[in-house]
Every structure is written in C-alpha cells, then in structure tokens.
C-alpha cells in the first residue's frame, strides 16, 4: 500500500474548505417531487443509472492521473486513524475528482507532494516526452506498424510503453471488469424504465460497453441523439479538453506529414462522465423554441457555401434538447475544477455517430445554473456594472445565452478541425459564443426574442465575460472569454468608466459577427500557424481586465467548488 506525502498545509485546507471559499452545487435531494413523481419503474431505473456513472468515475479517474486510486485509498486509510488533513484533503479530491486540478483563481491545485500533471494525464505514460513521443512514432511508421499507430491514436485507448514501442489499448479492454458491471447496470435500468425508446438507447449503450468497438458506441450515440419526450436522463460524455498531448503532433510538420499519408487522424483521447438526471418538461419546452431557426442560422453562418455543417439547411434539424434536474454528475462531466459545466452539446465532431447520419442533443443542467446567493449577485453589479445598465442584468439571460452557445456547436464546419491542435477547443468555444452573441438580433427580428430580452442577453453577456483572473492556455472555456473581451474592448463594444463596464449595446452584435467571421475562416483553412497567431494576438490581459479582477476577488471569495448528491448518495445504498 503506498504512502503518500500531503501538498495542502492544515491552514491551506481548512481555508479551501470553508463554506466562504468552498462553492457547493447541490442536486436533486431524496425527497425532491421531481423523484417522488416518478413512476416505479423509473425509479427503480435511475438506482442502476447512479450506479454505472459512480463506475464510470472509477474508471475516468485512472484515465486522469495513474495515482487518483491509490491516493484515495491511501486518504480513507489516514481517515480511519482520525486524521484531520486527510479528512479536509479528501473533500477536495471528491471535489475535483482527482489529485490535480486547478481552481477559481487559475491556480494549479495539486493535493500530493511531488505528484504533478502531465499533458498526457493518465492516458499517456508518465515519463514520455513530446519529443520522445514524436520519435517513437515516426519510427514505428516507418517500420510498417500502421495498424498499431492508429491505436495508440484513436481518441479511446490508454498509451503504454512496449520496450521501445508503445502500445494503445481500447478503453473497453483496459477496463473491462468494471465496462461489464456498468453494462450489467444499465441492462437491468433498461429492464424497468417506462420509456421505450430510451430503454432501446440503453440496451445499446449497454452493448458498447461490453465490446471494443466504436461502431456500437456510434450506434449508442446516434439513438441517444434523438431522445426528445423521455422521464430520464443517462449520458456517458467523452470529451477530449483534458489531453494536451496527442494535439502536439500537429506542430511537427514530419511527422503530421507521414501520418497524413497513412490515412492516421491523430484525435485527442475522451475523458469520460457520467450525467444522471429527471428530465424537466417544462423547461425542456422553452427550450425547443429555438430549434425552427436552426436551419435559418445555418444559412446565415459566415462563408457557409463553403463547408458542410450539421445543421441541414433546407431539412429538419437533428437536433434534440431537454433541461434536466441532476440526480449525479460524475467523472469528466462532475469534475469541479475552476468552475463546472452548464450544458453539453454532444457528440463532437470527432465522433463516429455524425458520420453514419446522427444528429447531436443539448443536455442543460438546471442545479448547476441556479444562482444561490442574489445578494452576492446584486455586490458584484454593484461593483462592477453602469448602474444604469443594472436594468438589463438577468441571471435568466445566461441561460438563454448558453442555449445560442450549444446550439451555435452545431453550426459551421462539420470537420473536427484536429490540424489546429492545442487551439482547436479554444477555437471552437470562441465559436460558439460569438455564435450565440451575432445572432440574437436575427432572433430578435425572427421573434424568439423581445426588444428587451436583446438587451439582457447582450449587457448580461458582457458583464459575465470578466473573470476573476488570468486563466492558463489549458483553459479553453476561459482563454476564449479573454480574447472576446480584448476584441470587443479594442471596437468599442464597451468602454469601462469610473471602474464599471458600460455596454455599448448597439455594437456588440456587429462586432460579434465580425469574430465569428473571423474564426470560422480559421477553421475552414485549418492551418495551425494562423490558429496559433490569432490565439495569442487576442489572449491579451489589459489592465481594464485587471482592475475588473481586482473587484471580483473581493466580492467573490470562491476558490473551489464542489457537487451534493443526497438522492444519488441514498441510491447507491440501495
């Protein structure tokens, strides 16, 4: 059993887990009506959907970091000998689902001495090197091991060392014992839940789960895509943010040279999550609103006679969207590090299923978005917004905001975009906001939006958009809010006066397309260079964006941040 050292001082704890500096997002709790409506049989379905996203968490923690299991181990024995630090230090763990992260601050959290991050997580090995990596590669494509290549390079297996090779294995196989009983799970929820179509979706999952192939995941995929009118809801996400390894080959010319002419997509791995939830009707239908302008949006996308996109002009979108109260998030999906998701819209472009004809479905997670502290709220404005523009400030208008950002994924070149590399997501988040931003005057005058909801979304959108602090390049999701807001500010979309923002509103729309036009040209060409120079002109931190901090540090003391899942928790014991 190993032993390992504590990173966090007691002083640092016990600050980090304070209630002041600790964010908690709590889920459905056991007694929530949303629960207690459900009919039996989906009740009994949702006790074995929690138990497979709790499997997947053991699973995607070793895809993580190779010491996440054994540290937790190694806290639960400290914790049954009385010890304190490993009790505060396992919060964060179970916060952030792993013994690195970072936190609100952009700051590397690590919770073990001398246990760091690697580019390649847990999925590469610990001590290989880019340049080493690069090497072993273009060797072994020069030997003829094409087949074995594209292993260690298909966005599901785990890279292991092979004498002076290396080896990818399937996910499936990796893991298999574990696969099996989440599959078990999922078998027996689909035995009970009410709904057909969903219990088809399961059955498949289940298969996928059992078996290393990726066309089963696609199929997986592509039926779980059309889920629209179900009680539940059970995702495994697989998303490639965290590998900051394999997009490094892009920047070897050589390299992406010979295995361009092998037919090898070298695709970042998926860090996978689990999302367990009670689908809302109600807030399900407020957001189908949106899908009939779709195709409309498609058409008005910049330079859109120039690529293929998911969304079909002139047919129905296949694009579905529910609202879910959250029973449990788990893994990849759960993970609170520097903030949490509010929504996903899957499968990327990367992924099997939208090249055999499936369509993707926005996933919005209603406990994550409720804000729970509207004095702090009023504080922040107070601090950091035109007192006359207070009136156009809705905590509502971000989530409409969030629906234009998952459905905007959607839009725009239908190729994954990998020759961009470690640029690709920050990219494709820019994207996706200047997407939601240019179009809300089209909506405006389509009638999704009044005059006056324009307004909230734009002046709620650019107020939100200042953050606390310098995020890292790894921060897609944050990187891309800097470059918007040195963008805008350099055009006028705001100006900041006696320490406020004031939003030109008038501008940001116009301006919002310009960007738009401006990635997505970026995207079409593909080229890395430019990707990289566009990136880095705008991911500039000026010193209005400093002074904006400033304010938000003191009104906001939240350093991490984590998940409560009492009905999830009572499930598991079940």
């Avoid at 709790?29 to 379905?45: I, N, T």
Wanted: glycine fraction near 6%; aromatic fraction near 8%; charged fraction near 30%.
């Amino acid at each position: 059993m190993r032993e390992f050292e504590f990173n966090l001082s007691m002083e640092e704890l016990e600050k980090r887990t304070h209630k002041d500096y600790l964010m908690t997002k709590k889920m459905l709790k056991a007694d929530a009506p949303e629960y207690l409506e459900l009919a039996e049989g989906d009740k009994d379905a949702l006790k074995h959907l929690v138990k497979a996203a709790y499997i997947l968490e053991k699973i995607n923690m070793q895809i993580d970091c190779h010491h996440n299991l054994e540290f937790k181990d190694f806290l639960e024995r400290e914790i049954a000998k009385g010890n304190k630090q490993a009790e505060l230090t396992k919060i964060l763990f179970d916060a952030q689902k792993g013994i690195n992260a970072i936190d609100t601050m952009s700051t590397k959290i690590n919770l073990a001495k001398g246990i760091k991050e690697f580019p390649g997580k847990g999925v590469y090995p610990e001590d290989l090197s880019k340049e080493e990596f690069h090497q072993i590669l273009t060797q072994m494509v020069n030997n003829g091991k094409i087949d074995e290549v594209k292993k260690i390079l298909t966005q599901r297996s785990v890279v292991e060392r092979n004498g002076e090779e290396l080896v990818g294995t399937d996910y499936i196989d990796k893991f298999k014992d574990d696969f099996s009983k989440m599959a078990d799970e999922i078998e027996k929820a689909s035995q009970t839940s009410t709904n057909a179509d969903f219990n088809e979706y399961l059955k498949l999952q289940a298969k996928a789960l059992r078996e290393a192939n990726p066309m089963l995941d696609a199929y997986a995929d592509k039926k779980w895509a059309t889920l629209q009118d179900t009680p539940l809801e059970f995702t495994i996400t697989r998303e490639n943010y965290e590998d900051e390894m394999t997009g490094t080959i892009v920047e070897n010319k050589e390299l992406s040279a010979l295995l361009e002419k092998h037919g090898i997509s070298p695709i970042p791995k998926d860090f996978l999550g689990g999302r367990v939830g009670i689908v809302n009707k109600k807030g399900t239908h407020a957001l189908l609103a949106i899908k009939e302008y779709l195709p409309t949006l498609a058409q008005n996308m910049p330079f859109a006679d120039e690529y293929e996109q998911n969304i079909s002009t002139d047919t129905d979108a296949k694009q579905t969207m529910v609202d879910v109260d959250l029973v449990a998030v788990t893994g990849d999906v759960g993970e609170y590090r520097g903030g949490i998701t509010l929504a996903e819209n899957l499968p990327n472009d990367d992924k099997l299923s939208l090249t055999i004809g499936g369509g993707r479905r926005n996933v919005y997670h209603r406990q994550i978005r409720f804000i729970s502290d509207m004095k702090k709220l009023q504080e922040r404005l107070d601090e950091i917004l035109d007192k006359e523009q207070h009136q156009f400030y809705l905590d509502e208008a971000d989530h409409w905001f969030t629906i234009g950002h998952e459905n905007a994924h959607s839009l725009g070149p239908k190729k994954a975009c990998e020759t961009l590399g470690k640029y690709r997501n920050i990219i494709e988040e820019n994207k996706a906001d200047m997407g939601a931003l240019a179009f809300v005057d089209l909506l405006t005058e389509l009638g999704m939006y009044t005059e006056e909801q324009r307004k909230q979304i734009i002046v709620t959108t650019i107020a939100d958009n200042f953050l606390k602090s310098k995020p890292t390049m790894s921060q897609a999701h944050r990187v891309r809010t800097v470059m918007q807001n040195k963008y805008f500010a350099e055009r006028g979309a705001y100006d900041i006066i006696d320490g406020k923002i004031h939003v030109n509103i008038d501008k940001v729309v116009p301006i919002a397309k310009e960007m738009l036009a401006e990635i997505i040209k970026i995207q079409i060409e593909g080229d890395f260079d430019k990707a990289e120079k566009y990136v880095l002109d705008n991911f500039v931190w000026t010193d209005n964006m400093e002074l904006i901090a400033q304010k938000l540090q003191k009104i906001n003391k939240t350093l991490n941040g984590r998940t409560e899942s009492e009905l999830a928790e009572k499930l598991l014991k079940e």
